[in-house]
């Protein structure tokens, strides 16, 4: 089987992240990995903390503390987060790993011998107080559009138009406060990226047919545009450093790589963290060099990044001239807003991650965001919204049509699975209806259509509810017992079918379904198509306990009580 390389875009150190960061990147990744690791592939899932940056030093300055601890402490909130998401990364790395350090830097020391860094002397603020030249997120005043008065230097979180630090009135610094500013030269190292363009361009073509048209589109808007050559470095204490045996002056000035430079690069970096914890078994570079064919690499992420991955990282890896493995197929995806306005971390607007498992367990949350994810367009959360799809997808559907089965055979039964007729008409109908759906299922997850996929599972899971009306035990019994015997064992392989089959969206609750029958030999990791029409891998005798309630029906109670906490339509 393939071996399949995952990444999806790194979370920013700066805060736990909300929904719409999850099911952008995080968990489609995560459902993705899952679902070729059952089929039988070779999966390797890459994630990390992008931790340098301005942000990371301002927001470590206001907890009072270094930034390599807030980094440390951030990454470990993450992570545990992450943790609670049943997100099963193969590793979860950081960019302010030795690793990265050392990866980032030799791939800026080969794109300047083959011609495509360059040092550029470029004007900039200079703070006479801090003594030190500040980048433009350093840099806060007033917004000359809406007048508020803590726009940064590149853009305002007000209203969002993109500034320069030159624009903003009564600028000062966002480390000291001192308007005691001056324009001064200073030099940075740039990626000449229009040198790369045409190459960009060639490899865009190649493979971007394969992509998601939200993905292939910006990309090829970015080229058409042109490609711009960018500074690749800042003033900064925290982040990579330039090294010193290749721009010297450079580095004694303390200037270390820009953000974007170095956080891709951190998907090669956060393998070789994961390589290096192992490395007589395992081995980064087999991941990440072009002479290995048989690796295909997908990246997940929200439609913001889609440059940076499509062109710009793309690019670094190009000039390099040295094999690195690209990525085959981006799948983006469009914001997931709260109520038709955006999330926001820094203004605190929406549910965040941490808050949404201290609510409920993380399967009510992976099955609604993957549900509806934004793929086609901008999709909104709504209370409304999830608290219907949890009552009715996942109580209803699901969660009673588990409970009744086996609470009914116990009761009339006992608590192995009854023996019961031969299958019959009905039961064969069911099973080819059971192989179309879950041919379906697996057409959308190979596709990366995550809601279709989501809607075929739905729709596995109505037709147990639809063949148990239509055999209606319940009265069966009354005349035939062996009949109601036999509708009650193919409802509860059906359960075992939905455990295997539904674990990359609801893993939690998968295991608790799958252990529900003593199965002593129950090795099974995908169903094929004859086993789906078959449906006899709970063979009769097997001993089975009744689990709790496996999705709790959310109350209008329920309901006001988020409302009230996290703000609504009517707010």
């Keep these: 089987m393939a071996r399949h390389l995952i990444t999806s875009a790194l979370p920013y150190i700066n805060g736990i992240k909300h929904l719409g960061n999850m099911v952008g990147s995080m968990l489609p990744a995560d459902v993705y990995s899952r679902y070729l690791r059952q089929r039988g592939h070779n999966v390797l899932y890459i994630c990390a903390t992008d931790e340098h940056g301005t942000p990371a030093e301002l927001a470590a300055k206001e907890q009072g503390l270094p930034v390599a601890e807030f980094c440390a402490q951030a990454h470990d909130a993450q992570k545990a987060v992450y943790d609670g998401f049943s997100l099963a990364f193969d590793h979860f790395g950081r960019s302010s790993s030795p690793q990265n350090r050392e990866i980032t830097q030799e791939i800026a020391r080969e794109l300047k011998a083959n011609g495509f860094i360059e040092e550029r002397a470029i004007r900039q603020v200079y703070s006479v107080t801090d003594g030190r030249f500040l980048p433009d997120r ?198 997931l807003n709260y109520y038709g306005g955006k999330f926001s971390t820094s203004q605190r607007r929406g549910v965040f991650t941490h808050d949404a498992l201290e609510i409920l367990p993380a399967d009510y949350w992976r099955y609604f965001m993957m549900a509806n994810a934004p793929e086609s367009d901008d999709s909104s959360f709504t209370w409304e919204h999830f608290t219907a799809t949890v009552n009715k997808d996942l109580a209803d559907t699901l969660g009673n049509f588990v409970n009744r089965v086996l609470s009914f055979s116990k009761k009339r039964f006992g608590d192995e699975v009854p023996a019961g007729s031969a299958s019959g008409e009905a039961e064969a109908k069911l099973g080819t209806e059971i192989a179309r759906l879950l041919a379906e299922y697996e057409e959308q997850m190979e596709a990366l259509q995550f809601r279709k996929a989501a809607a075929a599972l739905r729709a596995l899971w109505s037709a147990g509810n639809s063949y148990l009306e239509e055999k209606a035990p319940w009265l069966e019994i009354k005349t035939d017992m062996d009949g109601a015997a036999l509708t009650l064992r193919t409802a509860m392989n059906l359960i075992h079918l939905y455990a295997v089959v539904s674990e990359p969206f609801i893993p939690a609750t998968a295991k608790v379904m799958r252990e529900a029958f003593a199965l002593a030999d129950d090795t099974a990791t995908w169903v094929t198509e004859a086993e789906a029409k078959a449906l006899d891998a709970v063979p009769a005798g097997t001993p089975f306990t009744i689990p709790p309630v496996l999705f709790a029906k959310l109350t209008d109670d329920d309901l006001a009580t988020y409302k009230e906490r996290f703000g609504g339509a009517d707010e």
């Design 138 to 335: 350093y840099i806060i005043g007033t917004c000359p559009h809406c007048g508020y008065d803590k726009a940064r230097g590149d853009q305002c979180e007000n209203c969002t138009r993109v500034l320069d630090p030159t624009d903003l009135i009564e600028p000062r610094s966002a480390i000291s406060g001192s308007s005691d500013l001056e324009i001064r030269e200073t030099k940075h190292l740039f990626l000449l990226q229009s040198a790369l363009a045409g190459e960009v361009e060639a490899w865009v073509d190649e493979r971007a047919d394969n992509w998601p048209v939200l993905a292939s589109s910006i990309a090829r808007k970015w080229l058409t545009e042109g490609l711009h050559d960018r500074a690749i470095t800042r003033d900064l204490d925290w982040g990579v450093p330039v090294p010193a045996d290749t721009w010297p002056d450079l580095a004694a000035d303390g200037k270390v790589f820009y953000v974007w430079f170095d956080a891709p690069i951190e998907y090669i970096g956060s393998t070789k963290e994961w390589a290096d914890q192992d490395p007589e078994n395992r081995d980064w570079r087999s991941w990440w060099w072009e002479s290995d064919a048989d690796v295909h690499y997908t990246q997940f992420m929200g439609k913001d990044n889609v440059p940076f991955h499509s062109v710009m990282f793309p690019a670094t890896q190009l000039g390099t001239r040295s094999p690195w493995k690209k990525v085959d197929v981006i799948k983006a995806f469009n914001w």
